[in-house]
Every structure is written in C-alpha cells, then in structure tokens.
C-alpha cells in the first residue's frame, strides 16, 4: 500500500508529470506563470481543489453513478461538482479565511476550465483507483502542476531579458522555453519505482 | 450574414488556436498522427457545431444568471454522445485519444464560441461560426500532426492510410501510412512532448509573422493611397 | 426566494433533459461496447494461451499481495493455465499486458494491450514489426526466474525491455502464489 502510494506520487509528480507529459492544464500553465508569485497562487489552488474533486468526484462515482448504472453520466456529473465545488471554495475562502482568499481568490473561477482538474478525475476512474489512491493521485498531479508552472515562470522571467527573433514576440517564445524544461522533465522518464 | 467573413475568420485572422490561442491541450497532447489529430478535429468540428446551434436555439429562453451552468451541461451533453459513439463504433480513436475526448467538455474553444458568439447571433450564423472556427482546428491539428509524424517518424498518414496492399484508407488506425524515409533516421523527440511544444510554438510564430506581415503591406498601401490623394489635391 | 426557485427549476430541468438524451445514446451503444470489450480481451487472452477456450476471473483477494502490478487473473476453464493481466511502469508511462501463465509455471506468450512508450524505441515491443514479435516470442517457455539476459531485448530500449521482464516474473510469481 505505502509503496502504491510512493509509486503513485512521484509518477504523478516527476515521471508523467501533468502538464509537461500529459499535457493537462496548458491553458492555465501558460497563461498564469508571468510571475512566479502569481504561478505560486495558482498552482497552490489547483493542489487545493484537484485534491478535493478528486475526493469527492470517487465517492459520487463510486456509490452513486455506478451502482445506478449511470456511468455514462461521468463527464457531466464531474464537470459540474467541480464547478459547484469551485464556487464553494471561494465562498468558503471569502468568508472565514479572508487572507487565503486574497492570495488566491482571482484563481478559482479560472480552476473550473483547467483540464488538468477534470483530468486527474476522469483518470482517477480509468485507473480504477481505490479512494486513498485517488486522493493521493489529485494532490500530487496538482504538486506536479505547481512544481512544472513555478519552474517555467523562473524560466520565463529569465527570458524576458533575452533577445528573440520578433515574431517569437509573446506565446511562441512561451512555448519554445516550455519545450525545452519538457525536454529536462524527459530526464526523469524512465525512472522506475520498485 | 457574410458567411466569407467568417470563413476567414476561422481558418486564418481569428484562428482559435493560432490566434486566440485556447484549446491548446489537446492541439499539443495527441498530434502524433495523421489518424488522432483527424479524429479530434472532426470530433470537435462536430460537437463545437451542435453546441452553437443549440445555444443560440435557447439563448432568449435561459435565464442571465446561469447561462454559463447551462452552457456546460449542454456541452457535457454533447461531448458525452461522442464519446459513446466513437466507444462504440470507432473504438482504436476512442483508444488513441482517451481522455482528450471527455475533456473536450473544458476545451475552451467551445465555451468561448457559445459565450462570444451564439449569445448574440443568429442560429445560422452560430451554425456557419461553429463549422469554420471547427475547420480552423482542424487545420491546426492536421498541420501539427503531419509536421510531427514526417519529422518524427518519417510516415505520412499514419493509422489513417495503407499502402502494403495497395493504397486505402484504414478506419480502425491499424494503417502504418507512407513511409517517406526511414524511421531510424526520424527526429523521434518531436513525437514527444518536446515536440508538441516546439512545433507549435514555431507555427504561431510562422502565423504571426504572416499576420504582421500582411497588416504592414496593408499599412503601405493605406499610406500610398493617402500619398496619391494628397497629390490629387 | 422566487427567483432563486426559477433559476433552480431551468436548470434542473435542462439537466434533466440533456441525462434523458443521453440515456437514449447508451442504450443504443452500450450494446457494440460491451460486445466489442469481451471480444478484445478474448482475443488478446487466447493469443497469449493459445490452448485455452473460456476464462473465469480469480477472486482478486487471492493474489492480495500483488495487487500494486497486478490487476487482473483469469483461470482457463479447460485448465491450460492462467492469464496475468498486468500494469507496471514502461519507460514513458503505464504499460498494460496479458501474460498468459501455462499449467506448468511457464510464459505462453505475452501482448502489450496498451503503451505510450517512445516510437520506434520502446515502441517496437508491442509492435506487429518483425522485431516486435520476435521480442515477444522471446519470453514463451521462461519461468518466474527469467532476467533480461534470457530474452531477445530491443537495442535503445533497455528500459522498456527490462521492465516487461520484471512484469513477467512477477506474473508468473503470483500465478504460481494461487497454487
């Protein structure tokens, strides 16, 4: 059990990291790492809310959709706990911790649309993960998630006083530079847990 | 509606992933052949089609305050009824994309198209507007994918076509499509994820320098009709 | 308070109509899905046991102890031997592949059911290549004690070789743990 779970972490974190192999949640990776500060926040919200859907995503699966025989209904019914568990959060945040929701409040809304948060939901399922597993497998992938856009953001920020060709000006640059940290994060494919 | 406008829109000055830049994902996750990136963007044409006419069917009856709730359960809708379909009937596709396929549902191609577009136009504009913006995917994705496949694995058409009994077309993605050159002497990393950022960053900087390229001839000629006048005067 | 109402009953109902919908698709695929899924693993069962005609699933409780690879035993109902569906990790990702365990402790054969391993490295060990199948037939008649000397390995990708092997002993082990 213990080793499952090592297994599972440092593959979800390092190995098949989300967003550098998998390519789960591009949109928020390269949208939200101008700043490392700003990466900070967000990738700590996307551990904080993929940990929680993927908790509460298995149980409604697990003795809700499938027993019912309404396992079709996976996709819709993970989309909007996430959305509903997304605008909870916030309300929650808002009210009783003020001063987390400072620090992360302008990232939730923007959590609903990571594909990494439905993804590690949709994968938990295919994996046939029990529910300690699941758990253990959103908040790590949302490690990894932080990890990868807190490495980039450094990166980036290193690249805004390089010079480019003027029509690299903006995303291509972007995505050249996250090439090549991909192509660091393809060091660690290959490393095998027990 | 001037349906022209839009289908240059789509493909080129409003491209969704060129220009917008969303939906990225899956553009860089399954564009290793000529098969996935086929098969997605057709799988996206569709649904991104079916959603826009839907949306703008309901757009006047659905309450402001939960549109964007309303939006996504239609596009869950969607996307599940071609997840089952492909399941069902064209399972090497639904093998080879996976989980790209259900989370087309948080691709936001479509939630920009309904929420930009459908709200406020016509069904048959949305309808026009879903197939070009879907065709502008597509484009996307075809190009990616054969840049890859040929650089990568030196193949053309891969899982798509067949050529070792003759030329066909493979459903089932079984097809080792047309060798260009030997596989050993492909670039095997762009195959990788590596690749999936390189190409296409480099095909947005290509477009970008096509864009400015062709607003800068635009420029001149705005300045050379604005020099001719003042002469004239 | 009535509005909030209002706003609940849409979208309840729209909900309601979009699960209707696609009730009425599952109804109509779930039919070709589960037909095609049985054929799949019939097939890729009997292409690693080829002497076997049906299966039955073990009780999974039975091989407890190696249920982080193993995710699946089926017994041959003519007592041929066993069949390992197993999941471990290649050089890129999870690999999935059937091993099919003879009445002796033996390998029978083995296929890759799923990879996402390196084109034209790793790759090839689950290709219909001429190099991928003699890959695979390499591992028919080795017991649980096989290493990657034992068998035919692919150049440049000693990992994935290496890791196939260990998911064979490992099969073999537990198959051999059921008594």
Redesign the interface.
């Known amino acids: 059990m213990l080793f499952n779970i090592i297994s599972i972490s440092l593959g979800a974190i390092l190995i098949n990291n989300f967003i550098?192999?998998?390519?789960?949640?591009?949109?928020p990776f390269?949208g939200c790492s101008n700043k490392t500060d700003t990466a900070f926040g967000m990738g700590v919200a996307v551990v904080f809310v993929m940990g929680m859907a993927s908790a509460i995503c298995w149980l409604i699966d697990t003795y809700i959709l499938v027993p019912l025989g309404l396992a079709?209904?996976?996709?819709?019914a993970f989309?909007?706990i996430i959305?509903a568990l997304v605008q909870l959060v916030e309300m929650f945040l808002k009210k009783s911790v003020p001063s987390l929701y400072s620090a992360l409040g302008i990232y939730l809304p923007l959590i609903?649309?990571?594909?990494a948060v439905?993804?590690v939901v949709?994968?938990n399922v295919?994996n046939h993960y029990n529910f300690i597993e699941s758990v253990v497998y959103g908040i790590t992938g949302g490690i990894g998630f932080l990890l990868a856009i807190v490495l980039f953001a450094s990166v980036r920020e290193r690249v805004e006083f390089s010079e480019y060709?003027?029509?690299?000006?903006?995303?291509?640059?972007?995505?050249?530079s996250?090439?090549?940290v991909?192509?660091a994060?393809?060091g660690f494919s290959g490393m095998k847990v027990f | 509606m001037n349906i022209n406008k839009q289908f240059k829109e789509g493909l080129i000055t409003n491209n969704p992933v060129l220009v917008q830049?969303?939906?990225?994902?899956?553009t860089?996750?399954i564009t290793?052949s000529l098969f996935n990136g086929l098969g997605m963007g057709l799988s996206v044409l569709i649904i991104l089609t079916c959603c826009n006419v839907v949306v703008s069917l309901i757009r006047k009856i659905?309450?402001e305050?939960?549109r964007l709730?309303?939006f996504?359960?239609?596009i869950?809708?969607f996307?599940?009824?071609v997840?089952?379909?492909l399941?069902?009937?064209i399972?090497a596709l639904s093998?080879a994309l996976?989980?790209f396929i259900?989370?087309i549902?948080?691709?936001?191609i479509i939630?920009g198209r309904a929420e930009a577009f459908c709200q406020k136009n016509t069904v048959g504009a949305s309808f026009f507007d879903g197939i070009f913006q879907g065709l502008g995917y597509t484009c996307v994705l075809l190009v990616m994918s054969i840049v890859r496949e040929l650089l990568?694995?030196g193949t053309f058409g891969g899982g798509l076509i067949d050529v070792t009994e003759g030329f066909r077309f493979t459903m089932d993605g079984s097809g080792s499509g047309i060798s260009i050159f030997s596989?050993?002497y492909?670039a095997?990393?762009l195959?990788?994820?590596?690749?999936?950022?390189?190409t296409?960053?480099?095909l947005?900087?290509?477009m970008?320098?096509a864009l400015?390229k062709s607003a800068k001839r635009k420029e001149l000629a705005a300045k050379a009709d604005d020099e001719e006048e003042e002469v004239e005067e | 308070m009535k509005k909030v109402l209002?706003?609940t009953v849409?979208?309840f109902l729209?909900?309601a109509i979009?699960a209707a919908?696609?009730g009425e698709?599952?109804a109509?695929?779930i039919?070709?899905?589960t037909a095609?899924e049985r054929e799949?693993t019939e097939k890729a069962y009997k292409a690693v046991l080829p002497y076997a005609d049906s299966f039955t699933a073990v009780d999974p409780a039975q091989f407890e102890a190696y249920k982080s690879t193993i995710d699946k035993i089926s017994t041959a109902d003519n007592g041929a031997g066993h069949v390992v569906e197993t999941t471990f990790s290649g050089a890129?990702g999870s690999i999935t592949m059937a091993v099919g365990v003879d009445s002796d402790g033996r390998c029978a054969g083995i296929s890759i059911i799923?990879h996402s391993e390196?084109?034209?490295?790793g790759e090839v060990a689950a290709s219909a290549s001429e190099r991928g199948v003699s890959f695979r037939k390499s591992f028919i008649g080795k017991d649980e004690t096989i290493t990657i000397q034992d068998i035919d390995a692919i150049t440049g990708a000693t990992i994935t070789s290496k890791a196939v092997t260990g998911a064979v002993a490992t099969a073999i082990e537990a198959v051999k743990a059921l008594g």
Do not use: H, W
Not at chain 1, 112 to 115: G, K, L, P, R, V
Not at chain 2, 21 to 26: E, R
């Open positions: 550098f192999s998998q390519f789960l949640g591009c949109c390269l079709f209904l996976e996709t819709l989309i909007l959305a609903t649309t990571n594909c439905l993804g949709l994968l295919q060709p003027e029509c690299f000006e903006g995303f291509p640059i972007c995505l050249v996250a090439a090549l991909a192509l994060f393809m | 830049q969303i939906g990225m994902c899956a860089m996750a290793t659905i309450p305050e939960i709730a309303i996504v359960v239609v869950a809708g996307v599940t009824i997840d089952l379909l399941k069902a009937f399972p093998e996976g989980v259900p989370l549902v948080v691709n936001c939630i990568g694995k596989g050993e492909g095997k990393v195959t990788m994820p590596f690749g999936g950022f390189l296409l960053g480099i947005i900087a290509v970008q320098y400015k | 209002k706003l849409v979208l729209i909900c979009v919908v696609l698709v599952n109509v695929t039919g070709p899905i095609r799949k890129q799923k390196t084109s034209g490295l």
